[in-house]
């Protein structure tokens, strides 16, 4: 079992960076794949980024790709999100989410087994 804990966000005007981080407990991080989801005021929880067990494989949803990056050190049990460029839009709570595979990527949230619990991002205009 993993337990995460997500940090960083806070109020960002837009156009600026914040540095997501994921902390996570428990045994065998590394043969975990990672993922960061966001769930806006009304709105479906939406993949934002996966991250493979090794940290060799990578995907982002389209609306951040080339502005965000999701990263990972195994050795301190943790996944980032660099998120640079926010825009209002990007404005959420983010989670972080763990499953317990070496596999292909995973997209939706019913494929992963835990979860943080989420941390607020504001983007200002």
């Known amino acids: 079992q993993v337990q995460l804990g997500e940090s960083g966000g806070g109020l960002v005007q837009a156009g600026g960076s914040l540095r997501l981080s994921c902390a996570a407990s428990g045994r065998a991080f590394s043969s975990y794949a990672m993922g960061w989801f966001r769930q806006a005021p009304g709105q479906e929880r939406e993949f934002v980024a996966f991250i493979s067990w090794n940290g060799v494989n990578t995907d982002y949803a389209d609306s951040v790709k080339g502005r965000f990056t999701i990263s990972r050190d195994n050795a301190k049990n943790t996944v980032n999100l660099q998120m640079n460029s926010l825009k209002p839009e990007d404005a959420a709570v983010y989670y972080c989410?763990?499953?317990?595979?070496?596999?292909?990527?995973?997209?939706?949230?019913?494929?992963?087994?835990?979860w943080g619990q989420g941390t607020q991002v504001t983007v200002s205009l």
């Open positions: 989410a763990a499953k317990s595979s070496i596999g292909s990527a995973f997209y939706r949230s019913d494929e992963y087994d835990y």
